[in-house]
């Protein structure tokens, strides 16, 4: 299209900012493409053949195309660019991040949220990939690749109906909760091991009947919050239930809690987040 408005190679070329060869090597590729001249050429001057007049027209509109394309998947891009992929491993979790978030759109309304609730092998593989940008996690199970900050320490707790003789406690010792009849008990790879020792250590004799095994937090803390059993769990912000006191476990060491995110992926936006979720993760008592 240069050549055929200028019908000048050299001017093209200067317009393109390439040099005349590389114009008239193109302008051959294409001929040979297309099976037909596009330009006469002589020393002295340039003009289009037919063909040359007939594929302006589709070449005009080729261009707008591709003009508008570029631009709208420019757009998309910096779109994408706005959206906040946050993963998490429960819906307990989910709780804490959408109140933030809530705070954060306040401050900034030109973001999407994209939540992902998902185990938390798989958050790892979310995370690595690009897919979400921030994930809730133990320092212990933070990903290798990954920038890991502490939001809170947080203590080993024993979870307990509200009209439990425990629940008046200041604290329980191993000792006082090896004499609760029923213990809500998690899998190995969705606790710190922090928990998993004191579960371990509480359900080692026990009747296989007071033993009620629980698929995730959610369940622990429903089958707790209706009196069936007592569960140790990690006192992590917005885990807390109506229903259900929960007594910090003696000689037990707290354990780091926070978020995990890749350094290129720290945006102002991902900064801020992580900020509101320190704040409300340093609030005891939220429930």
């Given at each position: 299209?240069?050549?055929?408005?200028?019908?000048?190679?050299?001017?093209?070329?200067?317009?393109?900012?390439?040099?005349?060869?590389?114009?008239?090597?193109?302008?051959?590729?294409?001929?040979?493409?297309?099976?037909?001249?596009?330009?006469?050429?002589?020393?002295?001057?340039?003009?289009?053949?037919?063909?040359?007049?007939?594929?302006?027209?589709?070449?005009?509109?080729?261009?707008?195309?591709?003009?508008?394309?570029?631009?709208?998947?420019?757009?998309?891009?910096?779109?994408?660019?706005?959206?906040?992929?946050?993963?998490?491993?429960?819906?307990?979790?989910?709780?804490?991040?959408?109140?933030?978030?809530?705070?954060?759109?306040?401050?900034?309304?030109?973001?999407?949220?994209?939540?992902?609730?998902?185990?938390?092998?798989?958050?790892?593989?979310?995370?690595?990939?690009?897919?979400?940008?921030?994930?809730?996690?133990?320092?212990?199970?933070?990903?290798?690749?990954?920038?890991?900050?502490?939001?809170?320490?947080?203590?080993?707790?024993?979870?307990?109906?509200?009209?439990?003789?425990?629940?008046?406690?200041?604290?329980?010792?191993?000792?006082?909760?090896?004499?609760?009849?029923?213990?809500?008990?998690?899998?190995?790879?969705?606790?710190?091991?922090?928990?998993?020792?004191?579960?371990?250590?509480?359900?080692?004799?026990?009747?296989?009947?007071?033993?009620?095994?629980?698929?995730?937090?959610?369940?622990?803390?429903?089958?707790?919050?209706?009196g069936f059993a007592a569960a140790i769990l990690t006192d992590v912000p917005g885990i807390r239930e109506p229903g259900v006191a929960y007594v910090p476990v003696e000689d037990t060491e707290a354990v780091?809690?926070?978020?995990?995110?890749?350094?290129?992926?720290?945006?102002?936006?991902?900064?801020?987040?992580?900020?509101?979720?320190?704040?409300?993760?340093?609030?005891?008592?939220?429930?």
């Amino acid at each position: 299209m240069a050549v055929a408005n200028s019908l000048n190679f050299s001017r093209a070329a200067e317009q393109l900012r390439l040099t005349q060869p590389a114009v008239s090597h193109q302008i051959s590729s294409l001929e040979d493409e297309l099976g037909v001249k596009l330009f006469n050429r002589t020393s002295r001057s340039v003009r289009l053949t037919q063909a040359g007049y007939l594929y302006t027209q589709y070449a005009g509109e080729i261009l707008r195309l591709f003009n508008v394309s570029r631009g709208r998947v420019r757009a998309a891009n910096d779109e994408q660019q706005r959206i906040l992929g946050v993963g998490c491993r429960n819906t307990l979790e989910l709780r804490l991040l959408s109140t933030a978030m809530a705070r954060l759109r306040a401050e900034d309304a030109g973001f999407v949220p994209s939540f992902r609730v998902v185990p938390h092998d798989s958050l790892e593989n979310l995370l690595l990939d690009g897919e979400i940008q921030i994930m809730p996690t133990f320092k212990e199970n933070s990903p290798r690749r990954a920038v890991y900050r502490e939001l809170s320490l947080c203590p080993v707790v024993a979870a307990v109906a509200e009209s439990d003789p425990i629940a008046a406690k200041p604290s329980v010792s191993a000792g006082e909760l090896a004499q609760v009849r029923r213990l809500a008990v998690s899998r190995p790879n969705a606790a710190p091991r922090q928990v998993i020792s004191v579960q371990n250590s509480l359900i080692a004799g026990r009747d296989p009947g007071d033993i009620i095994f629980c698929e995730g937090i959610e369940i622990q803390s429903a089958i707790v919050a209706a009196g069936f059993a007592a569960a140790i769990l990690t006192d992590v912000p917005g885990i807390r239930e109506p229903g259900v006191a929960y007594v910090p476990v003696e000689d037990t060491e707290a354990v780091s809690y926070g978020a995990a995110y890749m350094a290129d992926e720290l945006s102002p936006l991902l900064r801020r987040l992580m900020a509101i979720l320190g704040e409300y993760a340093n609030a005891r008592g939220q429930n």
